[in-house]
């Protein structure tokens, strides 16, 4: 905004800045679509195999994040992208005007819309992480149970490999739990350079 020589290349780079943010939103809501439906293939799928108990993820939508976008985009087309406003303000003040009273109030929508996304992928992980963690949890005591009553038999040592087997899987699925938890953050992760570089 503050390289444009021109009314009409500031008005672009005002305009340019509320797609970007628009777009940006519309992007994030098919990610996290795209996760909720690969959360419950994953329920289903830890259902079955594994017998945990397993209900449906939450549901989650910046549905009311893009509605207080759209406040502030209507405000925009209101108060700063008309003629009159773009023609009788210098240049800097009105950029710092835009700024005082949009850009940071877009900010602070992104800053709301990627908490609570973040509190929503720790809930849909949660239910998954903890049955998976009482699962191992009975199958250590199973372990060892059958190494305090079996001590004197030759068939202990098949029995517990076979259970260290099932905790060698069990502790597999959970790291591959927090694989999947760790490239969802990241994927969710909304980079506010493109915001700063706005500016």
Known sequence: ????????????????????????????????????????????????????????????????????FERLERNFRTHFDTFYTMVTHEKLVLIEKFFETLASQVRRVYTYANRETEHWLR???????????????????????IKRIHQATDALEDRIGELEDVERDLVRQLEAVHRVAFEIEHALELDPTPLAAAA
Do not use: C
Not at 123 to 145: N, Y
């Open 1 to 68: 905004m503050s390289r444009s020589k021109l009314t009409p290349s500031l008005r672009s780079a005002m305009v340019g800045y509320f797609d970007g943010v628009r777009a940006r939103l519309a992007g994030a809501g098919e990610v996290i679509a795209e996760i909720h439906q690969m959360m419950e293939a994953m329920y289903r799928k830890f259902s079955e195999e594994h017998g945990l108990r397993l209900g449906s993820p939450p549901h989650f939508s910046l549905y009311r994040y893009v509605k207080e």
């Open 123 to 145: 809930a849909v992980m949660s239910p998954m992480e903890t049955q998976v963690r009482e699962h191992q949890i009975q199958l250590r005591r199973r372990l060892e149970s």
